[in-house]
């Protein structure tokens, strides 16, 4: 599978284990991402990220129907993309 993204694309990662940087810059190397890294629990990382969890639990987990984990996994391509293009930010 190809993925093209159709503008410029960033991704927030912590910086804080080094085997994880190297794969997720590999990854986002592939996925023409721009990596940008803040500091391991950073007051700036931490806050974004709890903020993303709780929007994406409150707006797409808890409405969804999730029996078993199979079907919240086969949702998840689903609601990643609705977020990303039509959620407002």
């Given at each position: 599978?190809?993925?093209?993204?159709?503008?410029?694309?960033?991704?927030?990662?912590?910086?804080?284990?080094?085997?994880?940087?190297?794969?997720?810059?590999?990854?986002?190397?592939?996925?023409?991402?721009?990596?940008?890294?803040?500091?391991?629990?950073?007051?700036?990382?931490?806050?974004?990220?709890?903020?993303?969890?709780?929007?994406?639990?409150?707006d797409y987990v808890r409405l969804a129907?999730?029996?078993?984990?199979?079907?919240?996994?086969?949702?998840?391509?689903?609601?990643?993309?609705?977020?990303?293009?039509?959620?407002?930010?």
């Amino acid at each position: 599978m190809t993925w093209r993204l159709s503008r410029s694309t960033r991704s927030l990662t912590g910086d804080q284990f080094a085997v994880d940087c190297v794969s997720s810059l590999v990854w986002e190397t592939q996925l023409e991402l721009k990596p940008i890294t803040t500091p391991a629990q950073s007051p700036q990382s931490n806050g974004m990220a709890q903020s993303f969890v709780k929007t994406f639990k409150r707006d797409y987990v808890r409405l969804a129907s999730r029996p078993d984990s199979a079907t919240v996994m086969s949702g998840l391509k689903s609601w990643f993309e609705h977020y990303n293009q039509k959620h407002p930010h």
